[in-house]
């Protein structure tokens, strides 16, 4: 058997070499853009939870397995302005969100009849916080129809989302973020 020359080893060194990059870069840009990204708090809406300019990492890959939560803070496409927000779920599809008196109660049915809750916020909002709707005085409520979720800032007159431009689609949410 002849002797295999140092050009060969270096070539297949190289090769090597040339491979592992390769597996690592797609490795790197298959789990960047397809399971967890990383972003940055733009404006006060979270807060106190957030702050502006906060930074935080979003599992694209969890709802595929597991549908949202109430209470989960996620990332959505806001298409009005055509950029990633973070905001927290409050309704699911199928209730009815109803803002009355500064709070937000929740309507839905347990399979025999109907029943209203008041959301318990205090783990998260400080305390009189009022959940007021944009524009009208009084009492308005949100029926999510199926694939439909209603999100609410922590910064609650501070923030712009389903008051204003109504529940979201579950085609909108990009992630659930994890805090840093």
């Known amino acids: 058997m002849p002797p295999i020359s140092s050009w060969k080893i270096f070539e297949r060194y190289l090769g090597l070499i040339t491979k592992m990059i390769g597996i690592f870069l797609f490795s790197f840009i298959f789990i960047r853009f397809f399971i967890v990204s990383s972003s940055e708090i733009n404006g006060p809406s979270m807060e106190p939870t957030f702050v502006d300019e906060d930074y935080f990492f979003v599992n694209r890959f969890i709802y595929l397995f597991v549908p949202p939560k109430r209470y989960d803070i996620i990332q959505i496409i806001n298409l009005k302005e055509k950029k990633h927000i973070v905001k927290r779920i409050i309704g699911l599809p199928g209730e009815t969100v109803i803002l009355r008196g500064g709070s937000v109660y929740i309507s839905k049915n347990n399979g025999s009849a109907f029943f209203t809750e008041k959301l318990d ?51 909108n949410i990009v992630g659930r973020v994890i805090k840093l």
Request: aromatic share 16%.
């Open 121 to 171: 916020e205090s783990s998260y909002l400080p305390p009189y916080t009022l959940t007021l709707p944009f524009g009208t005085e009084g009492v308005v409520s949100y029926y999510l129809q199926d694939n439909e979720y209603f999100v609410l800032g922590d910064n609650r007159n501070n923030s712009i989302d389903s008051r204003e431009y109504g529940p979201i689609l579950r085609s």
